[in-house]
């Protein structure tokens, strides 16, 4: 769904410049009753006129995790557009907390955006999607049709997210193509905001991603293409309810 791209094209230092770490005024959050969270470890938001800030810190006051939510109307519905995300602390779950309480406890549905990393946010949207005994459901958005659906516990990734196409005729026609990271540096003169193609090596996950979606099935003569451009796609997530969103 989102598109997937390489962690390395997020602008981290645009996004945690000194206005976030001195210029903005973070308050606790009271509420965490839907989510399990240790008792070192506490959340608190901050607002300005354009964002919505939600941060977890340990009982040091250290930073580990942020969202940067932007309030947003797709199909006549309003959302938290999830505009930046960042965690200090790698592989620690710390994101996965931050997530759960706004898909939990927040006024508003969580979405995501149109591009989401590999590794990274593709994988955290996956470990949550598949958590058992969760509070929040997980939806697709569609932008064509501006409708929602629940995702299915037993979806395909291939299913969920894409690349752009583009990207793959290149990978289709590199006869070099391994299972290594690969510098397109010195393979093609091109460069595309979304892959850093011709500039920045592939993250190893994505580029197995898309390897084993181009790969000829077993036992059958014809070859069949999984990955798609999904760009069109979005993820949803919004506490448990009986009804589904709109």
């Given amino acids: 769904m989102p598109n997937l791209i390489s962690p390395n094209e997020?602008?981290?230092d645009g996004f945690l410049d000194d206005y976030f770490f001195y210029r903005l005024v973070f308050i606790n959050v009271l509420d965490t009753s839907l989510i399990e969270i240790e008792d070192s470890l506490q959340i608190v938001e901050a607002t300005d006129v354009n964002f919505r800030y939600i941060k977890l810190i340990n009982d040091e006051n250290d930073n580990l995790s942020v969202l940067r939510l932007q309030e947003k109307?797709?199909?006549g519905n309003r959302y938290y557009l999830i505009n930046k995300s960042y965690?200090?602390?790698q592989q620690k779950g710390y994101a996965s907390i931050l997530y759960e309480y706004c898909f939990c406890h927040l006024e508003?549905?969580?979405i995501?955006?149109?591009?989401q990393t590999k590794a990274g946010s593709s994988n955290l949207w996956s470990k949550l999607h598949r958590k058992i005994n969760k509070n929040y459901e997980i939806f697709i958005y569609n932008d064509i049709i501006e409708k929602s659906k629940r995702l299915n516990s037993k979806v395909n990734d291939y299913s969920v997210w894409g690349v752009d196409l583009e990207i793959v005729e290149i990978y289709k026609q590199t006869k070099d193509f391994q299972f290594d990271a690969i510098d397109y540096r010195d393979v093609f003169?091109?460069?595309?905001p979304y892959t850093n193609i011709g500039n920045e090596y592939i993250h190893k996950q994505l580029e197995d991603f898309i390897k084993n979606g181009l790969a000829k099935r077993k036992n059958k003569k014809s070859f069949k293409q999984k990955v798609n451009d999904r760009v069109h796609l979005r993820l949803v997530g919004k506490k448990k309810m009986?009804?589904?969103i709109p």
């Fill in 189 to 192: 003169e091109v460069y595309d």
């Fill in 242 to 244: 009986t009804k589904s």
């Fill in 87 to 89: 965690s200090f602390v």
């Fill in 10 to 12: 997020i602008d981290v």
């Fill in 112 to 115: 995501s955006d149109k591009y």
């Fill in 73 to 75: 109307n797709y199909g």
């Fill in 108 to 110: 508003l549905p969580i």
